[in-house]
């Protein structure tokens, strides 16, 4: 059953033992990530400082690809920023990338925990939702917003989830998923593209000049891709569906 939660601060006072996270960063670390693994990298180590990305680089055999960006600008000395066009087969199949994100690593940080840690983006929504779909632990949906506050981008996709998997009988069950659910509802498909143009997160990109990277982030299921973070050595790689998980007996 799905839950909401607008900003990853108010995972604080959520037991996440026994549940499934997913990560949401439309713009654009989410969208970023299943798009590398699309295009065949291999995996993502998570990092919450540069420093800690370089020296983690440097320890490797082989050395990865650096990703990431700070206030949406690649930052100085990597290979990559956080543009999902970036990171093409021709860039990255086969290679393994140390990323870094202003907002979308620090959510995956929050979810540690959780039995699950998913990857979601309109891009690989029905994916996504095909990984769910039978699993009937507690459902954290958590939004990364933009520094420390809340985007409306994130929780439209918020919204979407929540949407497709009501129809597999999974309601949701607090306030903020009812409103996520309403206003995804209340869009017509066609201002997808707008409406994220016009969120926080939209009009930062639209500043630094990165627009273009608000079309690919909107484009439904075109890299249907779920990201899958083991917390433990904070590494992205590809999800596979697991056996469904069903429901816990009544022992009451």
Request: proline share 6%; charged share 15%.
């Amino acid at each position: 059953m799905p839950a909401v939660h607008t900003l990853p601060a108010s995972l604080a006072d959520v037991a996440l033992a026994g549940s499934t996270v997913v990560v949401i960063d439309i713009l654009r670390a989410t969208t970023t990530i299943s798009r590398a693994l699309a295009s065949g990298a291999r995996q993502l180590y998570i990092c919450q400082q540069i420093d800690e990305a370089r020296m983690l680089a440097t320890q490797s055999a082989v050395r990865p690809l650096l990703g990431g960006e700070r206030q949406g600008r690649r930052i100085e000395g990597f290979d990559l920023g956080n543009s999902p066009a970036e990171y093409t087969p021709e860039v990255v199949d086969q290679r393994s990338i140390v990323f870094t994100t202003t907002n979308g690593t620090r959510a995956m940080a929050a979810a540690a925990g959780a039995d699950r840690i998913l990857l979601g983006a309109f891009v690989n929504l029905t994916a996504l939702v095909d990984q769910l779909a039978d699993d009937h632990r507690p459902l954290q949906l958590v939004c990364a917003g933009t520094n420390g506050e809340e985007t409306s981008e994130d929780i439209l996709f918020a919204g979407a989830v929540v949407d497709r998997l009501s129809q597999h009988g999974h309601q949701p069950v607090n306030p903020a998923a009812q409103l996520a659910l309403a206003q995804w509802q209340q869009l017509p498909p066609a201002e997808l593209t707008r409406q994220l143009e016009s969120s926080r997160g939209g009009q930062n990109l639209v500043a630094a000049g990165l627009s273009a990277d608000i079309g690919l982030a909107a484009q439904l299921d075109a890299w249907p891709v779920v990201g899958e973070l083991d917390s433990e050595q904070m590494i992205v790689s590809r999800s596979q569906i697991p056996p469904p998980v069903a429901p816990q007996a009544d022992t009451g």
